[in-house]
């Protein structure tokens, strides 16, 4: 089971009337908006409840107190998703995905991303803004000669800890490669958006799944 947390620890961040069922993993992007304001929303009780997780000190694995600019998935799949989506259920008894708490409906992924859990949540948010920006979609604008730039907030982004159901892994990995919701939401996605991290640990945990070549 995950930490201790009452349903009412979510409330402003899920959607009102309980879970939405979303059949198709492929379908079950985040918004920007909606990245930020689960970001936002860790953020706001790392300190307040003396947050811990697993990080490497001195070469070892220990749990240390986790300040909220160093909050990684890994955090926020203990603290936010798990817990969020282990007191819901869907009408066929599954719990949901964190996107089927928080979408009202199918989300289709504008890019796939491809990423480390263990890096700093603030630079995906903000590595995701900048591509927004460059790219013009989801609302985002590039900054120049003409205004103000704009993060493209509407941007959908398939990231498997939020559209994964959790819980119940075996309908969205499944031992066939290609019938796994890595390579259906990769094939549906204009493309695939690799971060890497500030110690390139992603190139250590990469792994191939066949689809469209990455983007940097």
């Not at 903000?126 to 103000?148: L, W």
């Amino acid at each position: 089971a995950p930490p201790a947390a009452g349903v009412g620890v979510f409330e402003g961040l899920v959607r009102e009337g309980g879970p939405v069922a979303i059949a198709d993993a492929e379908l079950r992007a985040m918004t920007l908006r909606q990245l930020k304001a689960t970001y936002e929303h860790a953020r706001r009780r790392c300190d307040a409840e003396g947050w811990v997780g697993l990080r490497f000190v001195d070469g070892v694995k220990r749990y240390v107190l986790v300040k909220p600019d160093d909050i990684s998935l890994y955090d926020l799949a203990t603290h936010v998703i798990l817990p969020a989506t282990y007191a819901h259920k869907l009408p066929d008894g599954t719990k949901p995905s964190f996107v089927e708490l928080v979408a009202d409906g199918p989300q289709r992924p504008d890019y796939f991303l491809s990423h480390y859990w263990g890096e700093r949540h603030k630079h995906l948010i903000a590595c995701v803004a900048q591509h927004t920006r460059d790219r013009a979609y989801g609302g985002g604008k590039f900054e120049g000669g003409d205004g103000e730039g704009a993060d493209g907030d509407e941007a959908k982004l398939w990231v498997c800890a939020y559209a994964n159901r959790q819980w119940s892994l075996a309908g969205d990995v499944t031992d066939d490669p290609r019938e796994t919701s890595f390579h259906r939401a990769m094939s549906l996605a204009r493309g695939t958006l690799a971060l890497v991290d500030d110690q390139a640990v992603y190139y250590t945990r990469w792994r191939a799944t066949p689809g469209p070549e990455p983007e940097s």
